[in-house]
């Protein structure tokens, strides 16, 4: 293996057993398998399209586009787009849950809005359930959500142990 390998082997590779996994892959020149987890909780809302809640591949865990639906109705709870988002990321949080992991271990999230002037109501609220370290995020006015929504958050999060290194 050149240098070069090596190096964008290490970049690639996070863990010491997918380092193990790939290495033995390609000294036997066979095809590594990944572990994909479909993750579903009757404590969220049940997706409403063809997608599962969350989707865990090994450590890192994909979670759905999350609304504020009320779980049993499936509908939006009723409020102002403060109420709306508090539910979305109560849905989300028992996705987490689920899955095996918390808000603490999200890496990125995304916010999708119907209207960018309610950026601020949705961060006062985003701070009650992200109070440190917080994720990598994204944020984007659409032209339109599913159902009418004010807002969908999805997340991208880690499952198992995890040590934050930060700046202050």
Same mark, same amino acid.
């Given at each position: 293996?050149?240098?070069?390998? &090596?190096?964008?082997?290490?970049?690639? *590779?996070? +863990?010491? &057993?997918?380092?193990?996994?790939? +290495?033995?892959?390609?000294?036997?020149?066979?095809?590594?398998?990944?572990?994909?987890?479909?993750?579903?909780?009757?404590?969220?809302? &049940?997706?409403?399209?063809?997608?599962?809640?969350?989707? @865990?591949?090994?450590?890192?865990?994909?979670?759905?586009? *999350?609304?504020?639906? !009320?779980? $049993? +109705?499936?509908?939006?709870?009723?409020? !102002?787009?403060?109420?709306?988002?508090? =539910?979305?990321?109560?849905? @989300?949080?028992? %996705?987490?849950?689920?899955?095996?992991?918390?808000? !603490?271990?999200?890496?990125?999230?995304? %916010?999708?809005?119907? !209207?960018?002037? $309610? /950026?601020?109501?949705?961060?006062?609220?985003?701070?009650?359930? /992200?109070?440190? $370290?917080?994720?990598?995020?994204?944020? /984007? =006015?659409?032209?339109?959500?599913? @159902?009418?929504? &004010?807002?969908? %958050?999805?997340?991208?999060?880690?499952?198992?142990?995890?040590?934050?290194? *930060? *700046?202050?």
């Amino acid at each position: 293996m050149s240098l070069s390998s &090596r190096r964008l082997w290490r970049i690639v *590779c996070g +863990s010491a &057993r997918q380092k193990r996994a790939i +290495s033995s892959a390609v000294i036997n020149n066979s095809p590594m398998t990944l572990t994909r987890k479909i993750i579903n909780t009757n404590n969220a809302p &049940r997706p409403i399209a063809p997608y599962n809640q969350a989707v @865990l591949l090994e450590s890192t865990l994909y979670v759905s586009g *999350c609304l504020g639906l !009320d779980k $049993d +109705s499936m509908k939006l709870v009723e409020g !102002d787009v403060t109420v709306e988002t508090r =539910q979305a990321l109560k849905n @989300l949080g028992h %996705i987490l849950n689920a899955a095996g992991s918390s808000f !603490d271990k999200v890496l990125k999230t995304t %916010i999708f809005m119907s !209207d960018i002037n $309610d /950026f601020a109501a949705i961060n006062e609220v985003y701070k009650e359930f /992200f109070t440190r $370290d917080y994720p990598a995020r994204s944020a /984007f =006015q659409v032209g339109k959500l599913p @159902l009418n929504a &004010r807002v969908e %958050i999805e997340a991208v999060a880690a499952v198992g142990n995890i040590k934050t290194i *930060c *700046c202050h």
